[in-house]
């Protein structure tokens, strides 16, 4: 029985060792942690793993920088994305162009997809600061109960006003058409496509027209901000019906009903109407509808062009007012980890998913229960097959406006924690990525933007990864909350903040109210390790243990001020002082994440005393 086991386990580590699936992991606190075989022998069949066999490389891209070794040798002849030809044999030039192009090997017709990286990413030219911005809960007295696009370049202006140099704002992209309206900015429908609930209605072309009927339904967005918590809902109703009577009088001037060329937004925006028409996630959708490419989504683009052509229309004004804010200040756009499963982007590459799966991460020092996202991955073996295309459409769309990109949880580019159907986060198991590949692709698309980029790499990371990015000049993500040196000490290539969405804001840890949240809510915090932050930012900031939320406020971004770093973050939540973090990790329908408007408008917040002194001591030695 015992000598029988052996060849199957070791059958099980090479096809994990093959196929990219980590066996274990250590943890947060060091201790190895193995994966269970029935997790490990899940994922195996979901890859399409056989017993003994490697995964295949034919049709890949090859991801090179100038100079590198060509993986298969030539001749290659190589037609670039500008229409020119070149021949490579066995290397590329110095000065081959960067981009992507079509590589074809005369001697047996075969054809790859060539991608010429920089290698790296641009840096921040001068030491910078900047607001970071939940852009949900930023309102101003004109908004329709939440926070939208004219606010954030209001906001932008200040800013610049202050000396900041950029926004970081939380992830914008599309939710789903229907009704509930997704809270959180973490699960979006489409991470290629922006939100239209964020949209002003009063900037939008054509909306004067619309005369006292546009009037009513402002004032009925505006006594929603009566409310602490965001009615997304009646937000989306109020602006839909505002964006329909607007369309009914311009959109034989707005859109064309035939003129949507780019296939995606045309596929996405196919995806909205087909959203409105089911009401249910697409996975439920009847059998003609479930597949972007079948011959029933064709015919119902054509039957129903008027509205597949609104739908373009609003990522057309979306993109307007968002290129707005970041004419005043970089805008630093955050990439989520994933997507919705029954979302926009899942339909469109539905064949590169793995649907069953659950992203998550593992129980580490601040979350002992682990973390179950509720995201699919892909699948990383058919994502490279098709080329990275949908990676790189992606990444190019948080990257469109020039300014900047936050990576969240950026070690996913490495590895993802992948969960089976029924299992807690404690069963999971680590699969890994073409990390090279995707950093190439990453450092091509912010070269060709001119934009910095910002990896969380937050948690439990393996120190080689963040060598890998480091070399390509992605920037670390440096908190005070988390490093046991005080900020002077942090790394130079690296953005610097205090706290993050997920974590206290510093009344919140300051007063204690953030653990009485947790506790309320039956959690498991780290009371021991929460304590002892609150130390170090007493004796760090030279505050008595009495001292005044506002103070404590002040003393942490005074320490940040001192952080080298190339840009430093503050949050409005601390501009205000305010105890409740936007996110609670874990907690999903016992609190009102990613819900809570600011407990002041963006025209009382400005003229606030933080407001001003957290600015004062960033804007110091930081030139925009």
């Not at 699948?379 to 969240?408: H, K, N, S």
């Not at 903040?497 to 947790?518: I, K, N």
Request: net charge neutral; aromatic share 8%.
């Amino acid at each position: 029985m015992s000598t029988g086991g052996r060849p199957r386990r070791r059958s099980l580590q090479r096809d994990a060792e093959a196929w990219g699936v980590a066996l274990g992991f250590e943890d947060y606190s060091g201790r190895w942690r193995a994966a269970p075989r029935a997790t490990v022998e899940w994922i195996l069949d979901r890859l399409g793993a056989r017993a003994g066999q490697r995964p295949g490389d034919q049709g890949a891209p090859m991801v090179l920088r100038r100079g590198d070794r060509l993986p298969e040798p030539g001749p290659w002849l190589v037609r670039t994305e500008d229409g020119a030809e070149a021949t490579v044999q066995r290397r590329l030039p110095m000065d081959f162009p960067l981009g992507y192009h079509q590589a074809e090997r005369q001697s047996d017709s075969g054809r790859r997809r060539l991608i010429v990286s920089p290698g790296g990413c641009p840096l921040p030219t001068a030491r910078t600061w900047g607001w970071a911005v939940q852009l949900h809960a930023a309102w101003s007295q004109e908004s329709w109960g939440m926070g939208d696009l004219d606010d954030l370049a209001r906001l932008a202006g200040v800013a610049r006003d202050q000396g900041a140099g950029a926004l970081m704002v939380n992830p914008l992209g599309a939710s789903a058409p229907g009704r509930p309206q997704e809270p959180s900015p973490y699960l979006p429908s489409s991470r290629c496509f922006l939100n239209p609930i964020y949209l002003r209605i009063e900037e939008v072309p054509g909306a004067a027209e619309a005369g006292l009927e546009l009037e009513r339904l402002a004032a009925m967005g505006r006594r929603l901000l009566e409310e602490p918590v965001i009615d997304r809902d009646r937000v989306w109703a109020l602006k839909l019906e505002a964006l329909e009577a607007i369309w009914l009088r311009r959109r034989e001037t707005a859109a064309r009903r035939d003129t949507v060329q780019d296939g995606l937004l045309r596929s996405f925006a196919t995806f909205c109407a087909l959203s409105e028409r089911h009401g249910a996630p697409w996975p439920a959708w009847p059998a003609e509808h479930r597949r972007p490419d079948a011959p029933g989504v064709s015919r119902f683009a054509q039957e129903h062009r008027d509205r597949v052509a609104f739908h373009a229309w609003l990522q057309g004004l979306a993109l307007d007012q968002l290129a707005r804010a970041a004419g005043e200040v970089r805008v630093v756009l955050d990439l989520p980890i994933g997507v919705d499963p029954g979302g926009a982007d899942a339909w469109l590459w539905q064949d590169l998913f793995v649907l069953d799966a659950r992203v998550g991460a593992p129980p580490d020092e601040f979350n002992t229960l682990g973390q179950d996202w509720g995201l699919p991955p892909f699948d990383p073996w058919r994502l490279r097959q098709a080329a990275y295309e949908p990676f790189i459409r992606t990444v190019r769309a948080a990257l469109q406006f020039g300014g900047g990109l936050r990576v969240d949880h950026v070690i996913g580019l490495f590895r993802l924690f992948w969960i089976p159907p029924g299992a807690s986060p404690a069963e999971g198991a680590y699969v890994r990525y073409q990390w090279r590949e995707l950093l190439e692709i990453l450092a091509l698309e912010a070269a060709r933007a001119g934009a910095f980029v910002v990896g969380e790499d937050l948690g439990t990371v393996e120190e080689s990864m963040r060598r890998e990015l480091a070399a390509r000049d992605v920037l670390s993500y440096r908190l005070l909350w988390f490093e046991p040196e005080p900020p002077r000490r942090f790394p130079e290539r690296a953005l610097a903040a205090v706290t993050t969405h997920d974590l206290p804001t510093v009344a919140g840890l300051w007063t204690g109210a953030d653990l009485a949240e947790q506790r309320r809510l039956g959690l498991a915090p780290n009371e021991e390790s929460t304590a002892a932050i609150r130390r170090r930012l007493a004796g760090w900031g030279g505050l008595p243990h009495d001292a005044p939320a506002a103070t404590a406020v002040e003393a942490a971004y005074r320490l940040l001020a001192e952080a080298p770093s190339l840009v430093r973050m503050a949050t409005l939540e601390d501009a205000l002082a305010m105890e409740e973090r936007p996110n609670i990790p874990g907690t999903t329908r016992e609190r009102p994440n990613w819900s809570r408007l600011l407990p002041r408008s963006l025209e009382e917040l400005v003229r606030g005393p933080l407001f001003g002194a957290i600015g004062r001591l960033l804007a110091e030695d930081a030139p925009g």
